[in-house]
């Protein structure tokens, strides 16, 4: 199974500030198809989660351009700029190049 | 607006079964994979199963192999879990969820939370 292994595990930020969580996997997540199939997702507090970024660096529908995702191969990072209140949850990475799906630990982002 | 609601959880004893159910509306049921999710209390995310369009393929992982079963009836716009040999390790809030692309979980439900106790 490919193992994600998300950095830090918590995180302070002030509001209006930027901050950025780190994805790594155990393997490539390039397909044989040519895509790279590592998505981030927010469960805010007493929520499900949410699909924020698929595909690396595609932001879902409706979501802030203040959320980018980057990377390749093994690395792949989510940065949030300009911390607003909503934004406060659990980050999680996860990958969907082979089965089983596989997903970080998570990341939990707080106000400083 | 898409909308996944679940049902059918509750608790029950270790050995036994339950069967989780899923209403989809919002969008074209039978164009999609759907899958299961579930995430143990003040724990992270882990697949349970997913199910092609049409229901002839389905995929687990190992630690649910054997015992959870995965169907939907696209005329009625549902997906079905069916969960048995419970352990204490299944407790856990099952979330329903679109596979858009085939790769990723694009909308989630609002879970349904299963608790295997004696």
């Known amino acids: 199974d490919v193992v994600m292994t998300q950095t830090p595990v918590s995180l302070s930020v002030s509001l209006g500030g930027q901050v950025s969580i780190s994805c790594r996997s155990s393997q490539s997540l390039v397909h044989n198809n040519g895509n790279t199939y590592l998505s981030w997702y927010l469960q805010k507090p007493g929520q499900s989660p949410q699909l924020l970024i698929y595909k690396v660096s595609n932001r879902f529908s409706g979501i802030s351009d203040r959320f980018s995702g980057s990377g390749s191969g093994t690395d792949f990072t989510l940065k949030i700029s300009r911390v607003e209140p909503d934004d406060l949850g659990v980050y999680y990475c996860g990958q969907g190049t082979q089965y089983p799906d596989t997903f970080g630990a998570g990341t939990k982002l707080e106000l400083k | 607006e898409v909308q996944l609601v679940e049902s059918g959880g509750g608790l029950v004893q270790p050995g036994r079964s339950l069967k989780l159910s899923c209403a989809a509306s919002g969008f074209t049921f039978s164009n999609y994979y759907m899958a299961w999710v579930r995430q143990a209390p003040k724990k992270g995310l882990e697949w349970v199963a997913t199910i092609s369009t049409s229901g002839s393929r389905t995929y687990y992982p190992d630690s649910v192999k054997g015992r959870f079963t995965i169907s939907r009836d696209n005329a009625k716009s549902s997906l079905y879990l069916q969960m048995n040999s419970l352990k204490s390790e299944d407790t856990a809030t099952y979330y329903c969820?679109?596979?858009?692309?085939?790769?990723?979980?694009?909308?989630w439900g609002q879970g349904t939370l299963v608790t295997v106790s004696s």
């Open positions: 969820a679109r596979r858009d692309g085939y790769n990723w979980f694009a909308y």
